[in-house]
């Protein structure tokens, strides 16, 4: 069973940066196209990027375009979100997860406020 543990959220002002970081066990995290999710208050959860296995190609939702940039590191069976020009509609609890196939189990996440 893969387990799924993001961190590196936090209060921020509106353009400002935060870099998140979801650490996975289990052996199977380098064959996986991995994704971060955000759900804000009120709000289905949604798909902000994906990476592909080696990390060659990336995809980001329209509204984070330009701003996110997600990586990752097999090695450490790390994906990292650098997040930067933060606005307020930025404002969610982030998640990782695979993004193409049986999704694993949901972490905990980790809370992004953006205000002032």
């Known amino acids: 069973q893969v387990q799924l543990v993001e961190s590196g959220g936090g209060l921020v002002q509106p353009g400002g940066s935060l870099r998140l970081s979801c650490v996975a066990s289990?052996?199977?995290?380098?064959?996986?196209?991995m994704g971060w999710y955000r759900q804000a208050p009120g709000k289905e959860r949604e798909l902000v990027a994906f990476?592909?296995?080696?990390?060659?190609?990336?995809y980001y939702a329209v509204s984070v375009k330009g701003r996110f940039t997600m990586s990752r590191d097999n090695a450490k069976n790390t994906v990292y979100l650098q997040m930067n020009s933060l606005k307020s509609e930025d404002t969610a609890v982030y998640y990782c997860?695979?993004?193409?196939?049986?999704?694993?189990?949901w972490g905990q996440g980790t809370q992004v406020t953006v205000s002032s």
């Open positions: 997860n695979t993004a193409a196939g049986r999704l694993f189990q």
């Open positions: 289990g052996s199977i995290f380098s064959i996986n196209v």
């Open positions: 990476i592909s296995r080696s990390g060659s190609t990336n």
